[in-house]
């Protein structure tokens, strides 16, 4: 039975290329005899025929045993195993098909299907994990009831878990006992989930906005349960802000949330039965940052969304990804900024969209929010699917206004309720029910790259008239040649320059803050306009583009001091500090000195000493861009140039700054440790300051507060500051910091990926020889995907003058972990290859480097299809 077909290139698949099921599974019962060692499955589904041409039925299946396939109860031998799952011949029309196979989870080290994280047992589903449990037709527009009979040991496994509600319970003579659960929403197979271990839980309870009583269930490691609070908070507040911002109500009796250690990303919204990396559960304040705090509950509220946004409407095919993954990126983003800082929450996505999507838009990976075509289904969880997704999003909501853009969501769940819908589906709702045009705007679902705006204006003081020029222009990316104009919201404000702002209006009629842009070149013009204006460009970041305008430093230091827009004020900050990287970085690479005038030092003093800002935005101001952010400026990237200047300006604020940052640090010294929005603020420009100072040219004083704050500290937030900053400006404390934080932590994984990660990213001569030699560290396996991403990821992504070492040393050790990780767990590994296929960004000695690490990973044996694409891409560029 078993045809071995020989080893061939992975083929793409094709967005054009969907075709509907041949047949599709209405329902099925699934029994798991549980171990970590092998594990039997009985799959007992409904088949039915969708296509009457067809009369074989092909299911996925990977790395499984089959043991026995069944028709109406029936053995069945007319069938063939292929590499990628079953072909069963000629099967009836509609009938129940009963396979049984066994799964070994303990092998199980790519962390995708059932898999042993610690001393328990879990799944990951999607996007294609389902094949690595049982046959199945694995896509996600075949969507069946599932009912889950897990049997187990139960003293080793006294909780078994699966998705919809328990529904019996027994116990058996050997020791075994087992559950039964039942989901009663149709759902595809990338969200069924399975749990079974030991836990400590932590229980509480929502009420519905019409009344129901839900139950809350939170499974952590057991010891863990004081860390397990602030979830519960973020997850009800959740359920709480999608009832009264969208009208979505949650629909079971039981919602659970289980943490576990081994996880390639952050967290799975399986239906009723979350499954998070304990990095997005745990947190109590003496081991978990204030960013860890509102990472958690941006996860808790990601997750959760997607019981509307992905669970109750799901994606017909996978090239419609951004489809759940954008909009619930976008409903987190405003779930955060309506719990915290809107406007810091603005910035830090971005500031994430500006130095990671952008970077990938000019990379070998670049691709439209919806791909067109895919090898690898898990490499396009990208930040440009999710996050470029959500902007996208967003540019709507910014088109339509907040009552119309309900009124669409509504209709999207009206029609596709209960069912697997597309990204057209989803602005067909959002243009029907507004009765704006989103044609032209559709184009942004397929066109890759980032546009650029150049912006031009005059002032015609005669006519009192202001023309503004906007030209719009993508460049072409690796993907795609041919740009067309996109439907751009270009959100603006002028100003006089006593501060007022100016009424937009033309011929008598008022014009709107978002202007419309449509073509390559518009103009727009501007009536009873009295002075030349100060214009304020892109207002909360209104389109994911990249803006040129020729401002003068006078209008961005206005800007920065009075522009009504927060982000703006940040983002004439970033322009300001963009102007004086590029001509330093040239004059360092002409050996020429380095200069920053006064008056844009006064400028962030001015905005240090505001009294009615928000220390959270002055934090944001006064943080310097790192040396990602920086490269970004530059079309070909000299890391240890950036590296200088960046480390100059820091000199410089902190040298010309110094008496005002050590008041303001002071001043923003919070006694108790809370996680309420003021303090986490108070906090961020307290350590802001320390961050600073540290760079001045006597750091002696640093040395001291650096080193009694890491001391003295009751929460990791200080804690962690403090040793940042001793490690990156090099204080002579550092040394001793590191190794009291290592003994009294190294037996807390979570806790020491910050160390890790401090030492992978140390500016030190030394760093490779100290990240090798951490391998080893008894907090260290690489086993743990949290673990490789804190060391591993760290140094490759965050420490760019040392990876990018000019002698190839940084590559080599990338190539080195990547032929190890290769097979153990090829998802984590292409991520972790990022930062060597954007070869084309640096100079041609570099370039030849990482051309012949890549070629030297395209030899490895049984090369996965998750690095196979993103190398043969890299070296196609
Ligand atoms: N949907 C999951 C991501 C699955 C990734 C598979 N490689 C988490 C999320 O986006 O919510
Ligand atoms: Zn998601």
Redesign the pocket.
Same mark, same amino acid.
């Given at each position: 039975m078993n045809t071995k077909t020989p080893e061939a290139q992975p083929i793409a698949k094709k967005r054009l290329d969907y075709k509907a099921p041949n047949f599709t599974i209405t329902d099925i019962d699934l029994d798991f005899d549980l171990a970590p060692e092998i594990t039997t499955v009985t799959a007992r589904s409904r088949v039915v025929q969708k296509n009457q041409q067809a009369s074989d039925l092909i299911l996925d299946g990977e790395d499984l045993k089959l043991i026995s396939i069944n028709i109406d109860e029936q053995p069945w031998h007319d069938y063939q195993i292929t590499k990628t799952g079953l072909i069963i011949h000629n099967v009836p029309t509609e009938f129940t098909l009963t396979i049984v196979n066994e799964i070994k989870p303990i092998n199980n080290t790519a962390l995708e299907g059932l898999y042993v994280s610690g001393e328990a047992l879990c799944t990951q589903c999607?996007?294609e994990g389902f094949r690595h449990i049982t046959y199945y037709l694995d896509r996600p527009d075949v969507l069946a009831r599932f009912s889950t009979r897990i049997t187990a040991n139960k003293q080793r496994y006294p909780y078994l878990l699966s998705n919809g509600n328990r529904i019996a319970q027994g116990e058996l003579a050997d020791g075994h006992h087992w559950v039964q659960w039942q989901d009663p929403f149709p759902k595809p197979a990338y969200l069924f989930a399975l749990v079974a271990g030991d836990f400590d839980i932590l229980k509480d309870q929502f009420i519905t906005q019409s009344k129901r009583k839900v139950d809350l269930e939170i499974y952590v490691d057991k010891g863990n349960l004081d860390r397990s609070h602030w979830a519960m908070t973020s997850l009800k507040n959740a359920m709480r802000w999608d009832e009264t911002r969208f009208g979505l109500e949650y629909d079971l009796d039981i919602f659970m949330i289980v943490a576990v250690d081994f996880f390639? @990303?952050?967290? @799975? %919204?399986n239906k009723g039965l979350n499954i998070f990396n304990s990095k997005y559960v745990l947190a109590k304040p003496q081991t978990a940052t204030d960013d860890d705090y509102l990472g958690i509950e941006g996860v808790i509220g990601? %997750?959760y969304f997607?019981n509307w946004t992905g669970n109750r409407v799901t994606c017909r095919d996978w090239f419609q990804l951004s489809l759940k %993954?954008g909009l619930?990126v976008f409903r987190d983003q405003e779930f955060s900024a309506d719990m915290g800082s809107r406007a810091v929450k603005r910035i830090e996505d971005v500031k994430l969209l500006r130095t990671v999507q952008f970077a990938e838009d000019a990379s070998p990976m670049s691709h439209p929010i919806r791909p067109e075509q895919v090898i690898e289904m898990?490499n396009f969880?990208t930040v440009t699917v999710y996050e470029k997704g959500a902007e996208v999003i967003r540019m709507m909501h910014t088109l339509l206004g907040e009552d119309k853009f309900q009124a669409g969501m509504k209709l999207y769940f009206k029609r596709h309720d209960g069912s697997a819908a597309t990204c057209d589906d989803f602005v067909a709702a959002m243009q029907d029910a507004s009765g704006i045009d989103l044609t032209q705007f559709k184009l942004w679902y397929s066109q890759s790259g980032t546009p650029e705006l150049t912006v031009t204006d005059n002032y015609d003081e005669k006519n009192q008239q202001y023309t503004l020029t906007v030209e719009q222009y993508t460049p072409a990316t690796q993907d795609q040649n041919q740009k067309q104009a996109l439907h751009i919201p270009l959100d603006i404000e002028l100003y006089q320059h006593d501060g007022k702002v100016i009424t937009l209006q033309y011929q008598g009629q008022p014009i709107h803050h978002v202007l419309n842009l449509t073509q390559s070149t518009q103009q727009f013009i501007f009536d009873n306009v009295t002075e030349k204006p100060i214009i304020s460009l892109l207002r909360d970041f209104s389109a994911p583009v990249k803006l040129t305008y020729d401002y003068q430093d006078n209008d961005l230091i206005f800007l920065m001091q009075q522009a009504t827009n927060a982000f703006s004020r940040y983002d004439a900050a970033q322009m300001l500090l963009a102007k004086y990287v590029r001509l330093n970085v040239k004059n360092y690479q002409e050996n020429q000195k380095l200069a920053l005038p006064d008056s844009v030092l006064d400028a962030f003093r001015a905005v240090l000493l505001s009294e009615n800002t928000d220390p959270f935005l002055i934090a944001q101001i006064l943080t310097l861009p790192s040396e990602n952010e920086l490269a970004n400026l530059f079309t070909v990237v000299d890391p240890i140039a950036i590296h200088e200047v960046r480390l100059f300006l820091l000199t410089q604020f902190a040298n010309e700054l110094y008496d005002e940052l050590l008041a303001v640090y002071h001043h923003n010294n919070t006694s108790q440790y809370q996680i309420k929005h003021n303090d986490i603020a108070k906090r961020s420009l307290k350590n802001c300051c320390l961050t600073l100072l540290a760079y001045a040219d006597d750091n002696s004083r640093a040395n001291t507060l650096v080193s009694q704050q890491y001391h003295q500290a009751n929460n990791m937030t200080d804690c962690l500051a403090a040793l940042n900053v001793a490690v990156k400006a090099e204080l002579d404390c550092r040394t001793e910091l590191l190794v009291n934080f290592d003994d009294k932590w190294h037996q807390d994984g979570l806790v020491m990926d910050k160390w890790l990660a401090l030492n992978a990213t140390s500016p030190d001569k030394n760093v490779l020889a100290t990240v090798k030699k951490l391998l080893t560290h008894r907090s260290f396996t690489l086993s743990n995907p949290n673990r490789i991403r804190a060391l591993i990821g760290a140094f490759v992504n965050n420490n760019p003058v040392a990876f990018h070492a000019k002698d190839g040393s940084g590559y080599q050790f990338l190539v080195e972990i990547l032929t190890e990780l290769n097979q153990k767990n090829p998802?984590v590994a292409a991520r972790l290859i990022d930062p060597l296929i954007r070869l084309k960004r640096y100079d041609e000695k570099r370039q030849q480097q990482m051309r012949k690490a890549l070629e030297d990973l395209l030899k490895i044996e049984n090369l996965s299809k998750d690095l196979f694409e993103k190398i043969s891409k890299a070296l196609e560029a």
């Open positions: 999607e996007a390639n @990303m952050g967290a @799975m %919204e990601h %997750e997607h %993954e619930t898990n969880y998802q």
